[in-house]
């Protein structure tokens, strides 16, 4: 069974920048689909990014498009995400998915594999 396990979350400035992690073990997830979902309270689980097998393809949400960069190390099995500029409204947990396709799906139901969840809090 695969795990996946984010990290770098926090709490950030309004402005700031992080850059979160996704170490994925138990399996390979070289040929997943990986993908950044995030969750706010009282809200739907919401898309952020997602990135293909080699990592030459990826997919955007409009409210992070120009400042998220999603990459993937196939190597250390490991997926990030880079948010520079944030926002409070990027206040939310975020969520790092597999999912055992080569289809850049942008709906969570499609993901087969989630981690815990890191929270990020962007203070104004």
């Known amino acids: 069974q695969g795990q996946l396990v984010e990290s770098g979350g926090g709490l950030v400035q309004a402005g700031g920048s992080l850059r979160l992690s996704c170490a994925a073990s138990g399996r390979t997830f070289r040929r997943y689909v990986m993908g950044w979902f995030r969750q706010a309270p009282g809200k739907e689980r919401e898309f952020v990014a997602t990135?293909?097998?080699?990592?030459?393809?990826?997919r955007y949400a409009d409210s992070v498009k120009g400042r998220g960069t999603i990459s993937r190390d196939n190597v250390k099995n490991t997926v990030y995400l880079q948010m520079n500029s944030l926002k409070p409204e990027d206040t939310a947990v975020y969520y790092c998915?597999?999912?055992?396709?080569?289809?850049?799906?942008?709906?969570?139901?499609?993901?087969?594999?989630w981690g815990q969840g890191t929270q990020v809090t962007v203070s104004s």
């Open positions: 998915a597999a999912a055992d396709t080569n289809v850049l799906f942008t709906t969570p139901q499609e993901y087969n594999y």
């Open positions: 990135i293909g097998w080699s990592g030459g393809d990826t």
